[in-house]
């Protein structure tokens, strides 16, 4: 298993906390990508405010 940190929001209009998450092994018809950058999209603020 691989551990990444991600931003989480565990409920509307909390704030995004950075924790260390588990990724399970991938399954054998998938693949793991490893990303060097991401972005938050308004959806995302929309999500964390309760307003999605």
């Known amino acids: 298993m691989?551990?990444?940190k991600a931003a989480v929001c565990?409920?509307?209009?909390e704030s995004l906390q950075i924790e260390t998450v588990e990724?399970?092994?991938p399954l054998p018809n998938e693949i793991e990508v490893q990303l060097g950058a991401v972005?938050?999209?308004h959806s995302d603020i929309a999500f964390v405010e309760?307003?999605?």
């Open 50 to 52: 309760g307003l999605w």
């Open 39 to 41: 972005a938050i999209c």
């Open 23 to 25: 990724l399970r092994t």
């Open 10 to 13: 565990h409920q509307f209009a």
């Open 2 to 4: 691989s551990k990444i």
